[in-house]
């Protein structure tokens, strides 16, 4: 029996061709089957489907036709954020460019552990994360540039940077946010077994700077200030100029998360939104948000490279010393992952093929699409807006309805398959939530989701 032939090497691409039409095909087949942003039935039917499929997922003799099934019955089964209709969560579409830059990337699997396993894509890197650093900080003298991190995603990004402010006060550190922020941070804090945090109440959906003051003149010892930049509930921006002055005249040390948020940076007619930004030590950006990149794409922008220090690490078979002198570049320090894919490449391409200018203009787009949204809303006779949006993120409800009717009829959505929308709760009333960021949205596709709203609402 022949050994299965490989994705890389002098026949990869050769062996990889009649698979990518595989690929496509089914990703094709699989939509249509589908017929809509989410397939109908709820989990049941689902899972249903899934094991009808694939049967034995570890059978004695292998199916040549495998791939083509499950790539089918994942594309049947998914919820697909191109779908205009598919509108719940911070979840993009990711631009064609990136996902074959990320092909590319699985195809030739190098990680970034050490130099030897990544020559090219270390460098990659190297440039790709200084540019989005500089995006933060703006450009520093040479001497001690801003730097940033590749991360999963705005999760691990957080958790690094409460680590860093833990190191840099020699281990005791106590985290103070609003209620609005995610809630990686208090769960960063109890990962690194921190205090419990100052949780500061946030009536209006943003963080206080009166009520931010009050906390830090109350609570001594090294504190560090988590402002958010995107609030995943309603895509609200903290006062960050505000923050960062009382942050400073108590000494206090901040970090903003911009995962939601960040991609503002790209857009000129945006960015002010972020003004303050580069007051923070440590900044949160996510680009499988507001960046339209495949599934994972974080970073952890740091304004002085020297409080990565904390994470350098030896390992004779990965950074020996003598290598490292000898020029070799010393890679751990870099993540807290070992084995780490190029997830730059896909990041880098899309950098560079769009442009500031083309990234700017799909930022521009999810705006107007939300704004659009929003008018909608306010003129429609039986749906109550939240407020005017801040990013892309628009809340609304069917006036008059309980919660409980609201919860059920995006459910009754869900289990149809017809449209797909958040829910969250504010003002003590649950809201339906619909995150654009599908550049491709008409202005029809907002009015048909508003109308089964409607039409699945009972009067």
Same mark, same amino acid.
């Given at each position: 029996?022949?050994?299965?032939?490989?994705?890389?090497?002098?026949?990869?691409?050769?062996?990889?061709?009649?698979?990518?039409?595989?690929?496509?095909?089914?990703?094709?087949?699989?939509?249509?089957?589908?017929?809509?942003?989410?397939?109908?039935?709820? $989990? =049941?039917?689902?899972?249903?489907?899934?094991?009808?499929?694939?049967?034995?997922?570890?059978?004695?003799?292998?199916?040549?036709?495998?791939?083509?099934?499950?790539?089918?019955?994942?594309?049947?089964?998914?919820?697909?954020?191109?779908?205009?209709?598919?509108?719940?969560? %911070?979840?993009? $579409?990711?631009?064609?460019?990136?996902?074959?830059?990320?092909?590319?990337?699985?195809?030739?699997?190098?990680?970034?552990?050490?130099?030897?396993?990544?020559?090219?894509?270390?460098?990659? =890197?190297?440039?790709?994360?200084?540019?989005?650093?500089?995006?933060?900080?703006?450009?520093?003298?040479?001497?001690?540039?801003?730097?940033?991190?590749?991360?999963?995603?705005?999760? =691990?990004?957080?958790?690094? #940077?409460?680590?860093?402010?833990?190191?840099?006060?020699?281990?005791?550190?106590?985290?103070?946010?609003?209620?609005?922020?995610?809630?990686?941070?208090?769960?960063?804090?109890? !990962?690194?077994?921190?205090?419990?945090?100052?949780?500061?109440?946030?009536?209006?959906?943003?963080?206080?700077?009166?009520? +931010?003051?009050?906390?830090?003149?109350?609570?001594?010892?090294? %504190?560090?200030?988590?402002?958010?930049?995107?609030?995943?509930?309603? &895509?609200?921006? *903290?006062?960050?100029?505000?923050?960062?002055?009382?942050?400073?005249?108590?000494?206090?040390?901040?970090?903003?998360?911009?995962?939601?948020?960040? &991609?503002?940076?790209?857009?000129?007619?945006?960015?002010?939104?972020?003004? &303050?930004?580069?007051?923070?030590?440590?900044?949160?950006? *996510?680009?499988? @948000?507001?960046?339209?990149?495949?599934? #994972?794409?974080?970073?952890?922008?740091?304004?002085?490279?020297?409080?990565?220090?904390? +994470?350098?690490?030896? #390992?004779?078979?990965?950074? #020996?010393?003598?290598?490292?002198?000898?020029?070799?570049?010393?890679?751990?320090?870099?993540?807290?992952?070992?084995?780490?894919?190029?997830?730059?490449? @896909?990041?880098?391409?899309?950098?560079?093929?769009?442009?500031?200018?083309?990234?700017?203009? !799909?930022?521009?787009?999810?705006?107007?699409?939300?704004?659009? %949204?929003?008018?909608?809303?306010?003129?429609?006779?039986?749906?109550?807006?939240?407020?005017?949006?801040?990013?892309?993120?628009?809340?609304?409800?069917?006036?008059?309805?309980?919660?409980?009717?609201?919860?059920?009829?995006?459910?009754?959505?869900?289990?149809?398959?017809?449209?797909?929308?958040?829910?969250?709760?504010?003002?003590?009333?649950?809201?339906? @939530?619909?995150?654009?960021?599908?550049?491709?949205?008409?202005?029809?596709?907002?009015?048909? +989701? !508003?109308?089964?709203? =409607? &039409?699945?609402? $009972?009067?």
């Amino acid at each position: 029996m022949s050994s299965p032939p490989l994705a890389s090497g002098p026949d990869g691409t050769d062996a990889l061709r009649p698979l990518l039409d595989t690929v496509l095909d089914a990703l094709d087949t699989g939509r249509r089957a589908r017929g809509g942003p989410l397939p109908a039935g709820g $989990p =049941e039917a689902v899972t249903a489907q899934v094991r009808a499929a694939v049967g034995d997922i570890l059978p004695a003799h292998g199916d040549p036709d495998t791939l083509r099934t499950l790539v089918h019955t994942l594309a049947a089964g998914t919820a697909d954020p191109a779908d205009p209709l598919c509108a719940a969560h %911070l979840h993009c $579409p990711p631009l064609a460019v990136a996902t074959a830059a990320d092909l590319a990337a699985s195809a030739l699997n190098p990680s970034l552990d050490s130099w030897d396993q990544a020559p090219a894509a270390s460098a990659l =890197e190297t440039l790709a994360t200084h540019a989005l650093a500089a995006e933060v900080y703006g450009h520093q003298p040479p001497g001690a540039p801003p730097d940033a991190l590749v991360t999963t995603g705005g999760t =691990e990004s957080n958790q690094l #940077a409460l680590l860093l402010a833990r190191e840099a006060h020699g281990g005791t550190l106590r985290l103070v946010h609003g209620a609005n922020a995610h809630h990686s941070l208090p769960r960063a804090a109890w !990962l690194l077994g921190l205090p419990d945090p100052v949780v500061l109440p946030t009536p209006t959906g943003r963080l206080d700077p009166d009520t +931010l003051d009050t906390a830090l003149t109350t609570h001594q010892g090294p %504190l560090l200030v988590a402002a958010t930049a995107g609030t995943t509930d309603a &895509g609200l921006i *903290d006062p960050l100029p505000e923050i960062a002055a009382r942050c400073a005249a108590h000494g206090a040390r901040l970090h903003i998360d911009a995962a939601y948020g960040g &991609g503002l940076l790209f857009s000129d007619r945006h960015r002010p939104l972020l003004t &303050g930004l580069d007051t923070a030590h440590t900044v949160t950006l *996510d680009l499988h @948000k507001l960046g339209w990149q495949p599934v #994972a794409a974080g970073l952890l922008a740091v304004r002085d490279p020297a409080d990565l220090t904390p +994470l350098h690490q030896r #390992a004779d078979y990965l950074n #020996a010393d003598d290598d490292t002198d000898a020029g070799l570049p010393d890679l751990l320090g870099r993540s807290l992952r070992t084995t780490r894919r190029p997830d730059i490449l @896909k990041i880098a391409a899309t950098l560079r093929t769009l442009g500031r200018d083309g990234l700017g203009a !799909l930022v521009d787009q999810v705006h107007t699409h939300a704004q659009h %949204l929003a008018d909608l809303v306010d003129a429609h006779p039986h749906l109550t807006l939240h407020t005017r949006p801040t990013l892309t993120t628009v809340l609304f409800r069917p006036t008059h309805a309980t919660d409980d009717t609201v919860a059920a009829v995006r459910r009754r959505l869900l289990t149809d398959g017809r449209a797909v929308l958040g829910r969250a709760r504010l003002d003590g009333r649950l809201w339906l @939530k619909a995150t654009l960021l599908n550049p491709h949205t008409r202005p029809d596709d907002l009015a048909a +989701l !508003l109308h089964m709203v =409607e &039409g699945n609402t $009972p009067r």
